[in-house]
C-alpha cells in the first residue's frame, strides 16, 4: 500500500476531536446562543438524546408541529461534534439501494421508502434556503463507478428495478465515456447516476439545524451526557452526570452510540470511516473535468466516496474501518492512522494524476452498521422511540427520521408511521465478543478481497467463501 502514500500522507494523523468541517463552521460563529450543561433538574415533554441530524430535525419538527410541547436535546458534546459534524457531506436517495430494499420490504414498500427517502434530500436543501442557512447544499446527484473490471454492472440489480417499477429516471447506467465526460481518472469504468442525491458541508448543516431549534424555542443542552434512562409510572428519568431530566417521552438518536445502549445493543455494529481532504485545487478538479458537483463512491463494499467541497478540495472517504468492541467508541474511531492512511491511498490510487496534491486534513467517526445495511425508526416500549442503524448513509435519512419520529412522539397515524422500516429494530447480531470477533475476520476477509479485485485479480476461493457467510446467515453485508 505504501508505494503510492507521499511522505506528507505517511505523517497524515486524524485531526482530532473535532473534524475541519466543523472546526469552520465552529469559527463562523460569531454570536452562537448558549446550550449550557443540564445542571440540577428539569422537565420536559418530548427529551431527546442526542444532539446530531436525527435528534435536530426531530426537536424542529415538533416545534413546528407542536409549538407548546417542551423538548429538550441533550447532548454529550457540542452539536455536530459527532459524525453529523465529520461526514463526507452525501445527501442520498436510496434508488440505488433498490434491490435490497425490493428484497426486504417487496414492491410497494421499496417505492415508498425509496420515494420519502428522495423527498428528504429536496427538503433539506429547501429547508437550508428557508432558514439562511449556507450549507453548500449542492443538488447535482452522485455518481457510482467501477474501477475493476469484477465490479463492472454492480449497480444493474437497482437499475434493471428502477425500470421494472416505472422509476427508471432515478437511476441510470452510464458507460465508460459518459462516466469520463463527469470526471476523468485512469481507474473509472463504466457507472450509474442517481439524479436525487445532492451534496453539502455537513457541520454547516449541524450547526444550522441547533441555531434554528434554539431561535424555535427548543431546549439544548450541551455537554451533557445522558448515563441512563429509568421507566417510571409518569414516563421516563434521564439520569446525567450533574442532574436528572423528567419527560412523559423520550426519543434515543444516538447513532453508533447505540451500540452499547440496552434495547438496541443487538441491533448495530459501531464501525469507523475515516476521511482526508485536500488542499484547494478548483483547476485542477476542473482538469478532470469534474464541473458538475457529482458525488462519486465506487462499487466496493469498503466504499471509497468522494466529493468537491465549495472551496475546490477534495473531500474522500473509506468505508473500510474497523469494529469496536462492545459498543465502546473510543479513539480508535478518531485516532487511527493506519485507517486515514487507508482513505489516503484510496485517494492516490483513483486519482494518480493528483500525485503532487497534498492532503491536509484527516479524521474519523463511528457509524451503526445494521443488518440490513438500511435504518429503522421506531418505538422501544410505548413513549420510548429511536433512530438507528444508518450504516454510513444517515444524512438524508436522518430527515426522514426526524419526520417519523415526530409523528409517533405525537401518536399520529399519518402514512409515514407505516413505512416499512418503521417498527422494532430488526435483526439481532450476536452478542460479544461473537459480535466482535464475528465482524474483525468479515472485515479483514472483506478488506483483502476487494483490495485483489481492485488490482483486477481474482480473491481465491476460500476468501470468497468467507466474505460470503454474513450474507448466507441472512445479513444484508458481506460481499456475493
Ligand atoms: C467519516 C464519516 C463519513 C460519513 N459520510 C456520510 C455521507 O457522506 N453521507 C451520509 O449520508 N452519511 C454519512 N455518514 C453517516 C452520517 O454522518 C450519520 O448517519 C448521521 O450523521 C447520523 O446522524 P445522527 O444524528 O443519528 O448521529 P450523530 O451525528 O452521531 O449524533 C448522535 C449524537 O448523540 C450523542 N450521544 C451519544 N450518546 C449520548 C448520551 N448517552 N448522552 C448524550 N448524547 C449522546 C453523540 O455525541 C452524537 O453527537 C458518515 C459517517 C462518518 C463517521
Do not use: K
Amino acid at each position: 500500500m505504501s508505494s503510492l502514500l507521499t511522505d506528507g500522507d505517511l505523517a497524515l494523523g486524524p485531526g482530532g476531536a473535532r473534524s475541519p468541517w466543523l472546526r469552520e463552521a465552529l469559527a463562523l460563529e460569531t454570536d452562537s446562543l448558549p446550550a449550557r450543561a443540564l445542571d440540577g433538574f428539569g422537565e420536559a415533554d418530548v427529551a431527546i438524546v442526542g444532539g446530531g441530524y436525527s435528534g435536530l430535525w426531530t426537536a424542529l419538527q415538533l416545534s413546528e408541529r407542536a409549538p407548546d410541547l417542551r423538548v429538550v436535546v441533550l447532548e454529550q458534546d457540542i452539536c455536530g461534534g459527532g459524525p453529523s459534524g465529520r461526514n463526507g457531506g452525501f445527501v442520498n436517495g436510496w434508488w440505488d439501494e433498490l434491490g435490497t430494499l425490493v428484497d426486504l420490504y417487496g414492491d410497494e414498500g421499496a417505492l415508498s421508502a425509496a420515494r420519502e427517502v428522495a423527498a428528504s434530500v429536496r427538503a433539506i436543501g429547501a429547508w437550508c434556503d428557508a432558514n439562511g442557512v449556507e450549507a453548500h447544499y449542492r443538488r447535482a446527484g452522485m455518481l457510482t463507478v467501477s474501477t475493476t473490471p469484477l465490479h463492472d454492472g454492480a449497480w444493474r440489480r437497482s437499475v434493471d428495478t428502477a425500470r421494472r417499477l416505472g422509476v427508471g429516471n432515478e437511476y441510470v447506467e452510464l458507460s465508460a465515456s459518459e462516466v469520463a465526460e463527469r470526471c476523468r481518472s485512469p481507474r473509472f469504468r463504466g457507472g450509474a447516476l442517481m439524479r436525487d442525491a445532492a451534496t453539502l458541508q455537513p457541520a454547516l448543516l449541524a450547526r444550522g439545524l441547533r441555531r434554528v431549534a434554539l431561535q424555535r424555542g427548543v431546549t439544548v443542552h450541551e455537554q451533557t451526557r445522558v448515563n441512563r434512562v429509568r421507566h417510571t409510572a409518569r414516563g421516563f428519568r434521564l439520569l446525567t452526570e450533574n442532574g436528572e431530566l423528567r419527560a412523559r417521552q423520550v426519543v434515543l438518536a444516538l447513532n453508533a452510540w447505540g451500540a452499547d445502549w440496552p434495547g438496541l445493543r443487538r441491533s448495530i455494529l459501531a464501525w469507523s470511516s475515516y476521511m482526508v481532504r485536500t488542499e484547494p485545487i478548483p483547476d485542477r478538479v476542473a482538469e478532470l473535468g469534474w464541473t458538475g458537483g457529482e458525488s462519486i463512491v465506487d462499487a466496493r463494499l469498503s466504499v471509497h466516496y468522494f466529493q468537491v467541497t465549495a472551496d475546490g478540495r477534495i473531500a474522500f472517504g473509506a468505508g473500510g474501518g474497523r469494529p469496536g468492541y462492545g459498543g465502546r467508541i473510543g479513539r480508535s474511531f478518531t485516532h487511527d492512522v493506519r485507517d486515514a492512511r487507508r482513505a489516503a491511498f484510496g485517494f492516490r490510487h483513483l486519482f494518480p494524476q493528483l500525485a503532487d496534491v497534498r492532503l491536509t486534513d484527516a479524521w474519523g467517526g463511528p457509524i451503526d452498521v445494521s443488518p440490513h445495511h438500511l435504518p429503522r425508526f421506531g418505538s422501544l416500549q410505548p413513549g420510548l422511540h429511536y433512530a438507528a442503524g444508518y450504516s454510513g448513509n444517515g444524512v438524508a435519512p436522518s430527515h426522514l427520521a426526524g419526520r417519523v419520529l415526530a409523528a409517533l412522539v405525537l401518536g399520529s397515524n399519518e402514512p409515514l408511521t407505516r413505512l416499512p422500516m418503521v417498527g422494532p429494530p430488526s435483526r439481532r447480531f450476536p452478542p460479544e465478543p461473537l459480535r466482535y470477533v464475528g465482524a474483525r475476520i468479515m472485515r479483514e476477509a472483506m478488506i483483502r478481497r476487494e483490495d485483489l479485485e481492485e488490482q483486477g485479480r481474482r480473491a481465491p476461493w476460500w476468501l470468497r467463501q468467507l466474505t460470503r457467510i454474513p450474507r448466507r446467515l441472512g445479513y444484508h453485508l458481506g460481499l456475493d
